[in-house]
């Protein structure tokens, strides 16, 4: 039994143990889930047998119910719907084609290498179909992947667990009360539709709260909206059993999307709140772990995890996403991050006890080969994701662009096609809805307001652009962005509109640019000599990419003597103040920035042979 002091000397060992986790990870750069689960087994009955959570089961359940109803909540809150605009068909075949795929995937490889009957098989298979959102959101946040295939992700992962439970739910049921055929088929019908109706309802009806102009405090706000939660999660699971994680992934999802006076203060009260409650799940589940049911599986069961991680989730992922904007290092990188989290952990432990109770067997080898798949893909995507995100080259600069207008979205959608992780700010919703249309976060708002700026992510920027027509605007931009924000005057790039306030831009350091010198510049070379100039007209197919020489393979070599790819021309070296125009026998140096022009990935791979 679990008294009130027994109870609150357990948050206090948490919270000690999550502050030490947190510490670690910022040490190390890995995340802190990954400590948490070595703080919990250690602690555990295993080890040190400090901490036994079986001892209250019960009481842990409710724990972990209210523990998830947040974190799933909060998964669906990061999630802006409009910033997703042109994706929504790839995450919705990843939660639906990619969910059944990595089912039927799972269950017939279980069914094969492990010596238990199918139901059983299946229900392992239903229960690991989650990519949760307690271990992907921290993930990401970690490594700040490229923005689209970052909010994919963690869209994946909210849905996913909801698909998860209610497909484990109808695989339980088969078990137990022989549900198949029609049955399974208005079972899921049932849930999805309670969940979608309530979570819909809540997400509105709170949404119409707050934008009705009611004169509340910020911290009603969030009292509000964590009773909200649990209003939703209570009333779906009552009307349907495994229907209240769907019904609060779509409550987050709507509140997410939607624009409110007190929706960054509910996002940092929420994260706050997330922090703890995952703590919390992740050390008392890893604390139940028993040696034995893992070691009672063996090599086959390891051998199992691994082909889920590295056969079927690419299968499920390159399937779903086929046709897709988004490019193969992308998709290369959406399946390797596939963590299973706190919520298979918890579903498995409960429906192993209730296999037990009536006399199933198979429960304990669940329970082992779920905590191995967890332990399994959380240490290895923890541990190795920033690895691959360099690799796959999915980490991008980050580039902050005031202004939606023309100018601005023909360099914003150029980064995007680059991957850099871009947004435009800009006061005009059209412009804004223009750039979302493209793809391109955006946000609209005042570039005067520093708040504004904040949101646009302006503290972890690496250039900022400023290409508004106004002269005025973008000077204002550029000074706050300098005097606020620290970035320097290389940092910044703006748009000129009258010559005669260049000046202004230079004298601040300010990398600025004129439309109607360039403009005469162009069209005085272009007269004379097109084809020496033809230069400033590969941005239509191709790009030009400044290199530094790193590569000891091509240092002390002349530019002939490189094997560079067809289809790309080096132009100059810049060494130290001296700017060299590239001629056959060039001798490259260490340090030499070398301008390269190239069709489409062609820069890029020269690049690579320079810099590598």
Known sequence: MLDSINFLGLAVTVLVMSL??????????IPFIIFLLIEGIIVGPEVLNLLNPAVYFEALLT?????????????????????????????????????FITFFGIT????LLIDVPLQIAALFGALVTATGPTVVGPIIRNIQ?????????????????????ILTAVVFEW??????????VFFILQRLAIGLLIGGICGFTLRWFFTRGIL????????????????????????GNESGILALAIFGIIIGTSEFPYKETIKEFKGDLVTVMISLL???????????YILGIGLRGIALVLLMIFLIRPISVFASMWNSKFRTNEKLFISFVGPRGVVPTSVATYFAIKLDELGVPGGQTIVGLVFLTVITTVFLTGSMSKKVAHILEVIPMEILILGG???????????????????VVDNSEEACNKCLDLGVRTVQGDAGDINTLKKAGIENTKYVVATTNKDDTNLLFCQIAKAHFGLRGDQMVARVNHTENLQAFWDLGIRAMSPAITTAAVIDNMIGRPHLFSMCEVGGGGNITEVKVTNPRVMGRAIKEINFPEKSLVVMVQRGTRSIIAYSNLILEYGDIVTIIGEGDVGKHASDILNK
């Open 145 to 165: 992947v490229c923005h689209k295939v970052g909010k994919v992700l963690e869209l994946e992962s909210v849905l996913n667990d909801a698909a998860s439970v």
């Open 108 to 111: 017939a490889l279980t069914y």
């Open 405 to 423: 207008g023309k100018v601005g979205r023909i360099l914003a959608e150029r980064f995007d096609r680059r991957g850099e992780n871009v947004v």
């Open 63 to 99: 724990i972990v119910a209210i523990s998830v109803s947040v974190i799933v909540f909060d998964g669906g809150l990061q999630i802006d719907m409009k910033q997703l605009r042109g994706y929504q068909e790839s995450v919705l075949k990843l939660t639906t084609i990619g969910v």
């Open 175 to 184: 078990i137990v009360a022989e549900l198949s055929g029609m049955g399974a």
């Open 20 to 29: 030490l986790a947190q510490a670690l990870s910022r040490y190390f750069q």
């Open 216 to 239: 509340i405090s910020k911290q009603t706000a969030r009292m509000v909206t964590l009773t909200s939660v649990f209003a939703c999660f209570v009333l779906s699971e009552s009307l």
């Open 282 to 292: 992740f050390i008392l589940l890893a604390a139940m772990l028993k040696f034995e």
